[in-house]
T-cell receptor, first 114, second 112 residues
């Protein structure tokens, strides 16, 4: 049981390049989330998927797109990377039984945009 | 006003002491409250959740919730150097999707 996995762990992009961050969970969770974490800003929600087939914007969605490929996988795409998107990106999934909003995080992707 | 506020610290406590971490939130209808521990360079790890007023204990950790004062705290008893980390407070957000809003975290340093 791997929990939440993310690839890649590290990535360096040039301004204007595109890339997709991958996330998968094996806990049969319905809801999945993408956050970014910047110094002094805490974790901010980019997009989330309450269930397979649905996605919604979070606090900071500009410059990103997402795809909920199936129940397990939720990807985040940067179409044209900008230096302001340099950050650590975390994917999380939410337990769907028992307690309500407990979210569990993947190991993160450290992205640098030059 | 930030939705979830924490003192950024660092909070320094000697080994064996009680560390007290505090968090206030602005949305009166919030129902779910969480504490995450984050070591430097690592991802947040859930350590406590609390949903009702009062105290909830789990090992050396006690979460305290006071909805009337919109205040949630985390006590760590017998603090160890391995407890040195940033502690994030999270509160369920307005609207659907079971979203969480996070504070910016309090850095805890447990000194030998």
């Amino acid at each position: 049981n791997a929990g939440v996995t993310q690839t890649p762990k590290f990535q360096v992009l040039k301004t204007g390049q595109s890339m997709t961050l991958q996330c998968a969970q094996d806990m049969n969770h319905n809801s999945m989330y993408w956050y970014r974490q910047d110094p002094g800003m805490g974790l901010r929600l980019i997009y989330y998927s309450a269930s397979e087939g649905t996605t919604d914007k979070g606090e900071v969605p500009n410059g990103y797109n997402v795809s909920r490929l199936n129940k397990r996988e939720f990807s985040l795409r940067l179409e044209s990377a900008a230096p302001s998107q340099t950050s650590v990106y975390f994917c999380a999934s939410r337990a769907t039984s028992g307690n309500y909003n407990e979210q569990f995080f993947g190991p993160g992707t450290r992205l640098t945009v030059l | 006003q930030k939705e979830v506020e924490q003192n950024s610290g660092p909070l320094s406590v000697p080994e064996g002491a009680i560390a007290s971490l505090n968090c206030t939130y602005s949305d009166r209808v919030s129902q779910s409250f969480f504490w995450y521990r984050q070591y430097s360079g690592k991802s947040p790890e859930l350590i406590m959740s609390i949903y009702s007023n009062g105290d909830k204990e789990d090992g050396r950790f006690t979460a305290q919730l006071n909805k009337a004062s919109q205040y949630v705290s985390l006590l760590i008893r017998d603090s160890q150097p391995s407890d040195s980390a940033t502690y994030l407070c999270a509160v369920n957000s307005k609207g659907g999707g079971n979203k969480l809003t996070f504070g910016t975290g309090t850095q805890l340093k447990v000194e030998l």
